[in-house]
Structure formats: C-alpha cells, structure tokens
C-alpha cells in the first residue's frame, strides 16, 4: 500500500513538473527557447570556468531568426579602417588588456562564430522565459535629473536647459556628451568584480550611444557586467546590449535574441573577463568601441583596437541611430528595486569605492573619444558629470595634468554610512 501511494504521489509531481518548473516557466516553453537559442556547433569547447563555446557556422547564428534578416549578407569588415581611427593616449604600455577565460581552452575554426551556450538553468533563474536576457523595464518618474558641468552650471543646447529623466529601479553615474552627431565613441574601461548583493541585481561599467526621444529612445551598448541573474556567477563578463524602445518590447543582452550580427571567432559575448584589477595593484582594462559605418550605416562593435566582433544593421533594425547617435554616456549603473531608498542595495558600481579614490582605487575610463562625420577620433567639445545619488555612486572627470585628456572616475559601495 505505501509503494502505490509513493508511486502515485511521484506520478502527481511529475505531471506537475512537466508543466511548471520552479513555479516560473513551463518545461515545454523552456525547451523550446533552448533549441532557440543555441545553434547547432561545429565544434565544442569546454571552458575551464564552466563555460561551453559552440562554434556555430557564421549564416546559423541568432541574428538570421530576426525575419528582417534572413536574407540579410554578412558585412564581414566595416569599410573603413578602424586602426586609422587614433588618439593620442598616455601611460599606454602600462596598461595591460584582458582576455576571456575560456579562449584558454580553444579557438572556434574560421567560419564560424564564438557562441557561449545557454543553459536550462539560465532560463529557470529568469522571471519568465520571455524575459530572459531582457534589460528590466525603466521605471521612470515625471521629474527629471539635470546635467551638470563641473562648476555646476546647467548646460544649455539652443537656449533649452538639458535634463535626464529620473529612473526609479536604476541608479547611474556618467559622463555625458550631447548636442552633435555621433558615429561613434571609446573609451578603455578598466575590468573590477564588484560586489553584487541579490541576485535579481546587477552592475555594469559601459559605453551607450542614444537617440530618439527620452521616452521610446534606441541605444547601442557595450562594456563589462556582473550579473547573478543572468549568468548565474558574479563574475564580470563583457557583454553587449540594444534596445529601439527604451528597453520596452526590443533588444536584449548578447545574442539572446535576434539582431546583432556577430563576424568573429575570437571573443564569445557572456565571456568571463580575467584577470581583473585589484586595488592599489595592477590595473587591467577593455578597451570598447562602437562605430558607423557612414556607407552601410552598420555600428560595429570592437573590444580591441584591431579586434572587430560584428556590427548591428541599423537600417534593419533601427530608425534614429540609422542616421546618427544624438547622447553619448560613458559610466556605470546599478539596476536594483533598491535604489533610490532605504535600506539601500550594497551592490557596488565600478571598483565598489567612490570616484574621489582615484587611480589604483576608483574605477576609471581612459582614452576617451568620439567619432562625427569627419571621421576622426577626438574629445568631446562638451562633457558633464551625472550621479543619481551622489552618497552612494559618484562620477568625477579628473584632469591629472597639462596636456593631458582628463579621466574619468565612476563608482561606488552603494549603502554605506551617508547612503544608509
């Protein structure tokens, strides 16, 4: 009698189980999204770190699921040469880039592209499987944040005072540049882990290129994240993101959906970014860049001066970056319920110390710059500094000397004595 009753006991729970996993996503919808997501490998390799890369052969990859793509052919380079593309920078060969952990293990062979696979319980940590590799939706209140330069003046563009809206589950500190053309921008962004605290949230350090209206605005965006949701580790991970609706219905992280074209075999989005820098010690950086190209209107992501990873199609997929990018930010941010009241998250932003820190404590960019019609690399003629809330994640643009190109400071513990 106690065998039948288990047996039927174990039968019910598998019934349910078999429609709900974790109470969050059906198993059906769960492996569907799977077989979606991860593309048939040529080849498979196992990371040290946990990580398998599939190389996928380069027509197979997400972006063709996009039915605005499927006839779409492969740019394979952009049309003009990126390592033309200079500035000068100081203290270069004290710098030490990064790589991906599991580029220890393998390369994927020409003709393919560098895919990390997704895991059944990547989808199972999401809220939902619809959800899963989203950017959570802004909550954005009516008033605004304004823009400050460094002596604390409002910048004003055609006699109108220039503000940000003021996100309620998003806290950020940047530097911003606005009122020209953008075709593109860099930056060397120096790689911390800092900490994460639940793990619903999650930290970036990041460029964005923006345009469109501050309500259904479109952004293209790059950089290093931590992300427990996500990834299912604190570790930090270069990623990339889009949105054409302010993170509404479109775009995702990586290739989570389809969109983003992916050219090459070396660097696999999600990657695990080792070593790191620690403090008061060696400094490691990314150095990231998203340029258009002016005769295909493609934006083409770069993590390196001459490592080119693919492009977005914007005359496919976007309207106001089909032309040109309106905002530049440069910086960090900190999604989480939260911020922006008490107790505050202690999930930290850039090293997890304040921008006031400096070199060897704070994080920073370097090498900062943006691209316009003239195709050439240069400062922007306008910066100003931007903190949702200054006690708990601060932004500093620091110039350490004449002749030189200020550097920019960004970050934060989260709640700490004046940020309870």
């Not at 991860?38 to 946990?50: L, M």
């Not at 860099?186 to 964005?208: G, L, M, R, Y």
């Not at 993590?303 to 080119?308: A, R, T, V």
Request: proline content about 5%.
């Amino acid at each position: 009698m106690a065998k039948f009753i288990f047996r039927v006991f174990l039968a019910v729970i598998l019934l349910y189980l078999s429609d709900r996993v974790n109470g969050k996503a059906k198993f059906k919808d769960v492996e569907e999204k799977l077989k979606q997501l991860n593309k048939p490998a040529v080849k498979i390799i196992q990371s040290e770190d946990g990580d398998i890369i599939d190389c996928v052969e380069i027509y197979k990859q997400p972006a063709f699921d996009h039915p605005a793509l499927r006839n779409h052919v492969i740019q394979m380079k952009p049309s003009f040469d990126l390592k033309e593309v200079k500035i000068n920078s100081k203290n270069e060969s004290s710098k030490l880039t990064v790589f991906q952990t599991w580029q220890k293990s393998g390369s994927c062979p020409e003709g393919t592209v560098s895919i990390r696979r997704i895991r059944r319980e990547d989808l199972l940590r999401a809220n939902s499987v619809q959800q899963f590799g989203r950017k959570p939706q802004e909550v954005v209140l009516k008033s605004n944040t304004t823009i400050e330069h460094k002596d604390g003046q409002s910048p004003f563009f055609n006699n109108t005072k220039f503000t940000m809206p003021t996100v309620v589950n998003r806290s950020a500190a940047t530097l911003v540049t606005v009122g020209y053309n953008y075709i593109g921008a860099k930056a060397d962004i120096h790689v911390w882990t800092p900490n994460v605290e639940s793990e619903d949230e999650f930290t970036t350090a990041q460029i964005w290129l923006k345009a469109g209206p501050g309500d259904n605005f479109e952004s293209l965006e790059s950089g290093w994240m931590v992300n427990p949701q996500l990834y299912g580790d604190k570790k930090t991970r270069f990623f990339a993101h889009w949105t054409k609706d302010s993170y509404k219905t479109t775009g995702c992280f990586d290739l989570h959906c389809s969109g983003f074209v992916q050219t090459s075999s070396k660097v696999a989005f999600g990657g695990a970014l080792e070593p790191v820098s620690t403090e008061f010690g060696q400094q490691y950086y990314i150095n990231v860049g998203i340029f258009m190209d002016p005769n295909t209107n493609n934006w083409w992501l770069k993590i390196k001066e001459d490592l080119i990873i693919g492009y977005w199609p914007a005359s496919t997929l976007l309207f106001y970056l089909n032309h040109s990018s309106t905002l530049v930010e440069w910086g960090g941010q900190v999604y989480s319920s939260n911020v922006k009241k008490k107790p505050h998250t202690k999930t930290g932003m850039g090293s997890g110390q304040l921008a006031s820190g400096l070199r060897g404590n704070a994080c920073y960019m370097d090498n900062i710059a943006i691209v316009d019609f003239s195709m050439q690399l240069k400062y922007p003629q306008w910066v100003g500094t931007w903190a949702d809330e200054q006690y708990c994640y601060t932004a500093l643009n620091y110039q350490e000397g004449y002749g030189t190109l200020p550097v920019f400071y960004f970050g934060g513990p989260g709640q700490n004595f004046n940020c309870p």
